[in-house]
């Protein structure tokens, strides 16, 4: 999947209030990384991620804010997603162990996150932490088991999420495909494109008003989309 071009906003948000939103000690921070001023930075690659970096894995794993205190942050200047972010890893082979929370959505943490690690990549870049080969990351609340992600830039600075490539032709079972028709991220001509290259002939699609987030967390989605999937599968439980 290729990311959005980034931006990087200035909302001039300090790392003492992230860190009371987080209900982090400042302990927490890692100040190595946060500039003289004490503002953290803003990367826009879909949605405008709070970058947060933190000392260890301890702390990123011990992160349990409130969604009203974060949300209220997130209202008050402007960001909708938050990226922590360590270099201490579980696992030996990866880079980057994250945890992405979204209050602005409507729900607290997001447990694999293509957008907000893209964000944080393209800060790394920008600032020469990052040479573009592949980064690997780790991401959740789950010490152990982490979910995986991989990103890479190409020659032209563009961002490549994900990992190996996975033949869809050999998808033979019913597959119900539903997605937003106001998503910018994941564009309805990317969803309609699956029906041309999985190998089973029960293929339905289903169109919801919405955008990216919202079709899983908007009260209409709520409404509309839990019914048609019950109702898809009735129809195959016969």
Not at 55 to 67: E, F, M, R, V
Not at 133 to 147: F, K, S
Not at 154 to 181: C, K, Q, T
Request: proline residues 7%; aromatic residues 6%; negative net charge.
């Amino acid at each position: 999947i290729a990311a959005p071009q980034p931006a990087f906003p200035e909302l001039r948000i300090t790392a003492q209030e992230a860190a009371a939103a987080l209900s982090l000690p400042s302990s927490a921070l890692d100040t190595r990384q946060i500039s003289p001023d004490g503002l953290l930075p803003v990367s826009e690659c879909g949605q405008k991620c709070l970058l947060v970096p933190l000392a260890g894995l301890d702390a990123l794993i011990a992160c349990a804010p409130s969604y009203a205190t974060l949300r209220a942050l997130a209202d008050r200047t402007g960001f909708e997603v938050v990226v922590l972010y360590t270099r201490e890893t579980h696992l030996d082979d990866r880079d980057l162990r994250t945890r992405v929370f979204a209050p602005a959505f409507g729900y607290l943490e997001d447990p694999a996150t293509g957008s907000g690690n893209a964000a944080l990549a393209h800060w790394l870049r920008k600032h020469g932490a990052w040479t573009g080969e592949t980064l690997a990351i780790e991401q959740g609340p789950d010490r152990a088991n982490p979910n995986l992600i991989q990103l890479r830039a190409d020659a032209h600075s563009h961002l490549h999420i994900g990992g190996r490539a996975v033949d869809l032709g050999f998808v033979d079972m019913p597959v119900l495909n539903i997605y937003a028709e106001q998503d910018h991220l994941v564009p309805p001509d990317a969803s309609r494109a699956l029906k041309d290259v999985v190998g089973t002939a029960d293929y339905t699609e289903l169109s919801f008003k919405g955008g990216h987030i919202g079709i899983y967390v908007s009260s209409r989605a709520q409404r509309e989309v839990p019914t048609a999937i019950h109702h898809w599968l009735g129809q195959r439980a016969r």
